[in-house]
DNA sequence: GAGTGGTCTAGACCACGCG
DNA sequence: GCGTGGTCTAGACCACTCA
């Protein structure tokens, strides 16, 4: 049935590279089909933490093979963008309840143990309304002057304050956004995102500097302003690329790291 | 015939799951092929840079379908390990000639041009055989007094001296490493490692801080002690898990960024 | 036992690289 | 035109989960 569908299929299949065209022009079916489930992940049709339809059912609705179906989904799990358990079925990823507490916190303590140091004690020190400058515009694809909700927060991990952080989130998608709803949900911030503005973070982008902290950020995190303090610039995405986060964040490493695996 | 095999296969098929064991105790047909591949990586019956056998050569060998080749090959090439190239085969990856020039080097200039700022110009310090300390022994799984070759060098960036390294190798399979050898080969070390020791670094974890220099490191970077730079420990790998390299390595980031990709 | 994802197979055809 | 990896299919069976 691949070649020749006799039912009208509602996307193309082998579109005919064009004779003398430049770009790729040659898409997969299962790329396709990829691409249709990311759409229906991206419209809400099932919400971060539900059962998505069987293998047997999407190929059913696709007009594919099951295989098909399958190599698009491994594509999507492999992109941390749905989960599968054997036996289950597959399920759109959520930040919320997941193996590990803080997925794009890359901050480990020195002294052996996983992350399980108990959870990061938040305090909010201010959420506000504010317009984008320049620079915060061109990182979130926003306009200079566009509305954008500003925080600043600060971590302390067994009792020691270890993160300050600023945050700049659009405006239009996180309209009502306060201090209170950062600082009483339980568990990491991105999952209230989805739970309270269904903005689902997929991928984030990080440079890193070691810088020296300024006076305030020196008091908050206890340390000289002649400490060097790891300097996190954080630009975190939704589907399609688009972000949706700015976060500047100031790192103690006196007795943590950042890790990183290479391959 | 994946059940009952008439020709005696080399490789356990699936194991019966044994009646009260705790341990997995199963494993799938293609990673036991991925399994005897990597064998033969390790024990260098093809090259890096090389073309290994077809997948219907290699379904031949092992006696199984293209399709549980093909999956084990996609594990490797997901690893690293391999690279495949539609229309000419599967070849063994390589440090060298590789479209990235430097594939563990996360630091990229802040002014948006890839990493071709021309290549790293390279000065070695020293390069010495010296005795394993507790915590060099440690990191490379020898033991303490273990015969190690100690280099420092720094890398030199669009005309500015950015890091200043040190590398520690494991006496046993470097042996008759020079400073020469460091500083003459053109591209990457490691591909040097590759061509002149058989060995190959397939991944690598680093632990990153904010740190001051010390008087020497300071005077190499040309930076006051009171700069903040960055410090990124890294242990690379061979196959096997086996570490092969302890490198400590000391990062100007005043017009460079460490970049990292989170999903 | 029914349903899910996971493995394995065999065969067909496609896109690519090269002689 | 041939060989390579890449896609797609259809069907069988396995391992896991849960009612």
């Not at 803080?102 to 480990?108: G, M």
């Not at 992350?115 to 309304?129: F, P, T, V």
């Not at 954080?234 to 391959?263: C, F, K, Q, W």
């Amino acid at each position: 049935m691949a070649s020749t569908p006799t039912t009208a299929p509602e996307f193309p299949h082998h579109s005919v590279s064009s004779s003398g065209a430049s770009t790729p022009s040659f898409s997969p079916l299962y790329q396709q089909i990829k691409g249709l489930i990311l759409q229906s992940l991206q419209a809400g049709e099932w919400r971060p933490g539900e059962l998505i339809p069987s293998e047997m059912e999407l190929a059913a609705r696709f007009k594919v093979s099951q295989g098909t179906v399958r190599k698009a989904i491994d594509e999507l799990a492999a992109e941390n963008l749905v989960m599968r358990r054997q036996g289950k079925g597959t399920f759109v990823a959520t930040h919320a309840a997941q193996q590990v507490q803080y997925r794009f916190l890359k901050l480990h303590p020195d002294t052996g143990d996983l992350q399980k140091e108990g959870r990061a004690q938040r305090s909010i020190l201010e959420c506000k309304r504010v317009r984008a400058s320049a620079e915060v515009a061109r990182l979130l694809q926003l306009k200079s002057g566009d509305a954008v909700i500003q925080a600043r927060r600060v971590l302390t991990l067994s009792g020691t304050p270890t993160i300050v952080e600023d945050i700049w989130l659009p405006g239009h998608a996180f309209k009502g956004l306060s201090a209170e709803q950062m600082g009483s949900y339980q568990g990491p911030t991105y999952a209230m995102f989805e739970l309270e503005f269904g903005v689902r973070m997929v991928r984030a982008d990080e440079k890193i500097r070691a810088v020296l902290p300024d006076e305030e950020q020196a008091q908050l995190l206890q340390v000289s302003t002649s400490t060097p303090l790891l300097s996190v610039e954080r630009v975190a995405y939704t589907y399609n690329d688009t972000p949706m986060e700015l976060r500047r964040g100031i790192y103690r490493t006196d007795t943590h790291h950042y890790r990183n695996e290479l391959s």
